[in-house]
């Protein structure tokens, strides 16, 4: 299986943070302070993974490649 993209990773990330917060809300679990503290540093990873795609410079990728050739 190929290695993920920062921002595939982010992603995935972000959704199994998600499921463990919706689970937890959705079945009044309670999450521990250390178990919060680690879900946040994981979205602030993937933000961080985000803000730094955004950052680069867009390649522009041509839609008609034939017509230059």
């Known amino acids: ?3 993920l993209s920062p921002l595939d990773r982010a992603t995935e990330t972000l959704r199994q943070t998600q499921r463990q917060l919706l689970d937890a809300a959705a079945f009044g679990k309670q999450l521990s302070p250390e178990q919060l503290e680690r ?3 994981r979205i602030g990873e993937a933000l961080r ?3 730094g795609a955004a950052a680069e410079p867009a390649r522009h990728v041509c839609d008609r490649p034939r017509r230059h050739r």
């Open 39 to 41: 879900a946040a540093g």
């Open 1 to 3: 299986m190929p290695e």
């Open 49 to 51: 993974a985000y803000a």
